[in-house]
């Protein structure tokens, strides 16, 4: 394969892709990109398109299960170190890379409480964007004026845009689950009155070496640590901890979200089958199954853990264990949430 200077910058040969998503599951990958900037992922693509390789995108992996036997023809990129934040008139303008849990802390640094919700949602805005995010009622689209993508088919017309009307949201469901899109950021709405975007303040904060290491960290116990440290610098300081994170924390901690590596939700619920899919799995006794080093939480019949070294093939298992049960029961086959890049 061709590498110029910039892409052997961007490039990383023979990387475990465990370290890429919060399941740390995935095997040894030929190429892992990380672009940092838009013009990266055109070199990138340029790239992929000459020599015939195929690409993964992704942001931080929580949504994700990666192979045990990646493809040694793709290139895995992750979207990690693609960060950039600036106002664009009354909106703000934020990357596909930036954490989404990295919006509710610049709405605290500058005075706006419409992110609070996504304290702790692990996930970058691509992801967020892709899988339409939801925190109780709010979710994702509802703060989103336009998204720019690239599209994989056409990438020579560079980056276009979708206004928020035209994206097809629905429950956990977007336009960019069924095009070639490779989102690269998306205009945000800002709804607090008087709000007025401290873009040093973020930046400058943004910049800070704790951060960058957090931002690089697919592991859920650190990626907790760091953003209830944050709410403990707060502690004694002359502002008060805003109740909405505490309540966060309190919630997703209570529901041991940060115990085990994991995906979060594995299967999408069906409002139209009245229960949530965790109590179904409850009322056929799966809760506890293991297959490998994978379990079906003890606690959340919808998560399957990593107890330490499971492979994708375990957790795949596990799913059909839990799809073919519910059949049985209630002739209901809930479909994955998680996205199993084959
Ligand atoms: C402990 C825990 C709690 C969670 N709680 C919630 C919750 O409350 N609500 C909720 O909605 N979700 C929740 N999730 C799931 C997950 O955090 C979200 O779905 C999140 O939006 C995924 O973002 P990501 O960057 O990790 O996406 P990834 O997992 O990296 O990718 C998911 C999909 O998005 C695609 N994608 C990612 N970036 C791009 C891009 N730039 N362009 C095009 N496609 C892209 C990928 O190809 C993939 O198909 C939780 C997960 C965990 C582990």
């Known amino acids: 394969m061709f590498w110029d200077h910039r892409l052997t910058q961007i490039c990383k040969e023979n990387e475990n892709l465990s370290k890429y998503s919060t399941y740390e599951i995935g095997g040894m990958a030929r190429f892992v990109a990380k672009p940092r900037c838009t013009e990266d992922i055109v070199l990138l693509l340029d790239l992929a398109q000459s020599s015939g390789m195929q690409t993964v995108m992704f942001g931080m992996g929580s949504n994700l299960l990666l192979p045990d036997h990646p493809d040694p023809e793709t290139i895995y990129i992750s ?21 989404l849990s990295m919006l509710s802390l610049f709405g605290d640094l500058s005075g706006f409480t419409d992110y ?55 429950y956990k ?11 690269t950021g998306a205009d945000l709405k800002i709804k607090t009155a008087g709000a007025v975007f401290d873009f040093e303040r973020i930046n400058g904060y943004l910049n800070q070496p704790l951060v960058r290491e957090s931002i690089d960290n697919s592991s859920l116990s650190s990626f907790y640590r760091f953003y209830r440290s944050y709410l403990a ?4 300081g002359n502002k008060p901890v805003p109740e909405a994170m505490m309540n966060v924390v309190h919630d997703r901690t209570g529901k041991n979200h940060f115990d085990y590596p994991s995906c979060g939700s594995v299967f999408k619920n069906d409002y139209t089958i009245g229960t949530p899919v965790g109590k179904l799995v409850e009322s ?8 490998g080093n994978a379990m079906i939480s003890p606690v959340h019949g919808n998560v399957i853990q990593n107890r330490g070294g499971a492979m994708a093939a375990d957790v795949i298992e596990l799913i059909k264990i839990v799809q073919e049960a519910l059949h049985k ?6 479909e994955p949430e998680l996205v199993i890049v084959k």
């Open 329 to 334: 029961s209630f002739n209901f086959v809930p």
């Open 233 to 236: 610098s707060l502690e004694g």
């Open 173 to 183: 469901q977007s336009i960019f689950q069924h095009q070639p899109w490779f989102i």
């Open 79 to 99: 979207m990690r170190d693609h960060i950039e934040v600036m106002p664009r008139g009354d909106l703000l303008y934020v990357s596909a890379g930036t954490p």
């Open 116 to 170: 609070h919700f996504t304290f702790l949602l692990p996930g970058t805005l691509g992801g967020g964007v892709y899988m339409n995010a939801k925190y109780f009622d709010n979710v994702m689209c509802d703060y989103l004026d336009t998204v720019y993508y690239i599209d994989l088919d056409t990438p020579g017309r560079g980056i276009q845009s979708i206004h928020v009307d035209d994206c097809q949201f629905a």
């Open 284 to 291: 056929v006794g799966l809760k506890g199954t293991a297959r």
